[in-house]
Nanobody
Framework: QVQLMESGGVSVQAGGSLKLSCVASLNTPSSSNNFMGWFLQAPGKGREGVASVSVTSVRSYIADSVKGRFTISRDDVRNTVWQKMDDLKTEESSIYYC????????????????????WGQGTQVTVSS
């Protein structure tokens, strides 16, 4: 079982930056969080994959829509993943959810929320003009 706790969601102005954090708590060491990352969910829409990173950071994925502005990183000792978001746009106002799963959930330019095993409670990011 994995519990995910996000933090860092706040209100910022367009063009600003934020860094989201997600800490995974595991009852016992396991591969349950081999892949961790982030989805966003705007009001009335489904969850959209933003980024993912594998354990030891050998594999990572960044959605085309945020490539060059968002970066993902992780610390396997602290079971923590971060998402640095620069030059934020108003349309990126969403609830951002941390995700964890034993296997990869992004492929071919798309991330699949139904492959995610564990979710955080979400953190709200509001980008104002």
């Amino acid at each position: 079982q994995v519990q995910l706790m996000e933090s860092g969601g706040v209100s910022v102005q367009a063009g600003g930056s934020l860094k989201l954090s997600c800490v995974a708590s595991l009852n016992t060491p396991s591969s349950s969080n081999n892949f961790m990352g982030w989805f966003l969910q705007a009001p009335g829409k489904g969850r959209e994959g933003v980024a993912s990173v594998s354990v030891t950071s050998v594999r990572s994925y960044i959605a085309d829509s945020v490539k060059g502005r968002f970066t993902i990183s992780r610390d396997d000792v602290r079971n923590t993943v971060w998402q640095k978001m620069d030059d934020l746009k108003t349309e990126e106002s969403s609830i951002y959810y941390c995700a964890a799963t034993p296997t990869g959930y992004c492929d071919g330019g798309e991330c699949y929320s139904d492959l995610v095993h564990y979710w955080g409670q979400g953190t709200q990011v509001t980008v104002s003009s």
